[in-house]
């Protein structure tokens, strides 16, 4: 968690640093002509008001309403209902990385105001969103194995003293006296919380870099549709995290600090954006670049984690294979997912 919230950061700081240098860049760099296209300083002000309030209350809704499952034991993690709307949010996630991330990534590396050698000479886009995945899978991995390893080490010293193995999380204990339980109950409770944690980050990239972008536009025309696509967007995004972090078993703390950045993180984009809106140039090539970058970043790892740690991990699982009926059902939620936040992208 202390690395999440590093990495949450450093992103934050990127972010306000490469801001803070695009001061004096033409604006216009790249831009078709501005003569048919609605600026209102003062109108765009109030929606921005508006959208880092309704964007922070729909977030907290979205990534609580799992967490809720006490209250309403039909979101339970063994309920047919929590798989259904984990596979709706997954199918939002999903189609944020395809529909909206990559597309966005693309068009900033392959601006105008860049040099045509190497941007458009080489899909940066693609290549980085590769990587991307390729490093989740090693995080994912290189996690497991390394839990893996120790479990196995503690549980043969224990089984040559006489002892008992003893393994513990936040909200209990769970207790293995032979290495099949290590390889059960406890090895899946780690995997949960290195996916919540990794899709938090992903989500928290992409996250304030469009309230940043939004934060620094003064044309309402594009506000006004984006503040409806991003509640939508958050509202199951913060569902399909907040399942993760419900079957991750993390303590009321932690709980509470992933909820927070999740919340946070679009209307501190949006109100970084406002103000540093004088100084801030979206067709910079500064601000393309590391834009585009951690675009294509995050969308490699939505992509990954959308498909390998949260489709796939429900599809091949027990629950869904053992009811044919609930598999289609699961099937028709990822669609309506992925498919409402795809027709987003028509106004977002």
Avoid at 159 to 166: C, R
Avoid at 227 to 236: G, K, W, Y
Wanted: glycine letters at 8%.
């Amino acid at each position: 968690m202390v690395i999440s919230i590093k990495l949450h950061s450093i992103v934050i700081i990127l972010l306000t640093t490469f801001a803070s240098q695009t001061s004096g860049v033409s604006p216009d760099c790249g831009s078709k002509s501005r003569i048919n296209e609605c600026h209102d300083k003062l109108g765009s002000l109030k929606l921005k008001i508006i959208a880092i309030a309704s964007i922070l209350v729909t977030s907290m809704i979205g990534v609580c309403l799992p967490l809720c499952s006490r209250a309403v034991p039909a979101l339970q993690p063994d309920r047919d209902l929590f798989i259904l709307v984990k596979s709706f949010a997954s199918g939002v996630i999903l189609a944020t990385g395809y529909m909206h991330v990559l597309p966005d990534s693309f068009d900033c590396l392959t601006s105008d105001c860049l040099p045509e050698n190497p941007w458009r000479k080489f899909p940066f886009t693609t290549f980085v969103a590769m990587l991307s995945a390729i490093l989740t899978l090693m995080m994912d991995s290189f996690a497991l194995s390394y839990y893996k390893k120790h479990c196995f080490e503690v549980g043969v010293q224990s089984s040559k003293d006489g002892t008992h193995v003893e393994l513990q999380n936040n909200n209990g204990h769970f207790h293995a006296s032979g290495m099949e339980e290590l390889d059960d109950k406890p090895s899946q409770l780690l995997r949960h919380r290195v996916v919540a944690q990794v899709l938090e980050l992903g989500i928290v990239v992409h996250s304030v870099v469009i309230g940043l972008s939004m934060g620094a536009s003064d044309n309402p025309c594009t506000i006004r549709p984006l503040v409806a696509a991003l509640c939508f967007h958050q509202l199951f995004e913060g569902m399909g995290l907040g399942g993760c972090i419900l079957q991750a078993e993390y303590g009321f703390k932690t709980k509470a600090i992933m909820v927070f950045f999740f919340s946070a993180t679009t209307p501190f984009g949006i109100a970084l954006g406002l103000g540093l809106s004088n100084v801030y140039s979206e067709n910079s090539p500064t601000a393309l670049i590391v834009v585009g970058l951690l675009n294509a970043a995050s969308a490699g790892l939505l992509n990954y984690m959308a498909l390998v740690d949260l489709l796939a991990s429900d599809f091949m699982g027990p629950k869904l294979q053992n009811s044919m009926k609930l598999q289609a059902c699961a099937y028709v939620a990822v669609l309506l997912g992925a498919g409402g936040m795809s027709l987003m992208a028509k106004w977002a």
